[in-house]
């Protein structure tokens, strides 16, 4: 969709609005090779050029993280380094905003996307959609293969009345198990191993629905294709 060239850079993350006219006085906003010197003409995103260079992620975006230890998914600073802060600055200044998808917790390492589009938000971390989620997690203990049997039937965490639908549990190594949960509760993992009588000491996502984070290095982002609306 068409829109005027000072809202595109102040949405994509450039600079402000007010600033934008500056650029454009500058010369540094082209359009089919013409220098545009009027902020309020419209053009679509994917056709601007800012300094001879494309918009980033004109129609969206779609991050696959692998986010280390210690960080959070939150906005906020002040609880800790963000997963924000691994991503180019100029994105924590799109609007709409890139926010993850579901959470995971600040010790808890792995697979986690992040997008600008809400209506993929809500699909992938809607309970309608049941979207599996794959869990390496180390125990405090040796686990007993009775546990399996204690997953597929459905935890009943603390506090909650709702049961949690049957998880797949396989036993990895002694104190290492892989999870496959298709729900996405606060803490789940975790609490599902309480339930039990586990302490998790480690805890690493490694696939998201489809999405694999296979061998994307500690702290690094790649961008995937943006999915069909509806899938
Ligand atoms: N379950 C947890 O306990 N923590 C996470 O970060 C993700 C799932």
Not at 66 to 81: A, I, R, T
Not at 96 to 109: E, F
Not at 110 to 127: E, F, H, K, M
Not at 143 to 172: M, S, W, Y
Request: glycine fraction near 10%; hydrophobic fraction near 40%.
């Amino acid at each position: 969709m068409k829109r005027r060239i000072d809202q595109i850079l102040g949405n994509f993350g450039y600079c402000s609005r007010w600033q934008a006219r500056r650029w454009i006085n500058e010369g540094r906003i082209s359009h089919n090779g013409v220098v545009l010197t009027d902020f309020s003409s419209k053009v679509e995103p994917r056709e601007l050029l800012i300094d001879g260079e494309p918009i980033a992620f004109p129609d969206g975006m779609l991050i696959l993280l692998n986010k280390p230890l210690g960080y959070v998914c939150s906005h906020e600073s002040g609880e800790g380094p963000r997963v924000y802060d691994l991503l180019p600055p100029r994105w924590q200044d799109r609007e709409p905003k890139v926010v993850s998808i579901g959470r995971l917790d600040k010790d808890t390492s792995g697979l986690l996307l992040l997008t600008d589009q809400s209506a993929l938000v809500q699909r992938w971390t809607s309970p309608k959609h049941h979207v599996e989620k794959v869990y390496r997690a180390t125990l405090d203990r040796e686990l007993d293969p009775g546990v399996i049997g204690q997953f597929a039937a459905g935890i009943a965490l603390r506090g909650e009345a709702k049961v949690c639908l049957p998880a797949a549990l396989t036993i990895i190594d002694a104190k290492l198990a892989e999870v496959t949960l298709s729900e996405g509760r606060y803490h789940q993992v975790r609490r599902m191993f309480a339930a039990c009588g586990y302490q998790v000491e480690a805890l690493h996502r490694q696939r998201f629905g489809d999405i694999e984070l296979g061998d994307l290095p500690e702290g690094q982002w790649r961008a995937l294709p943006l999915p069909a609306a509806g899938s």
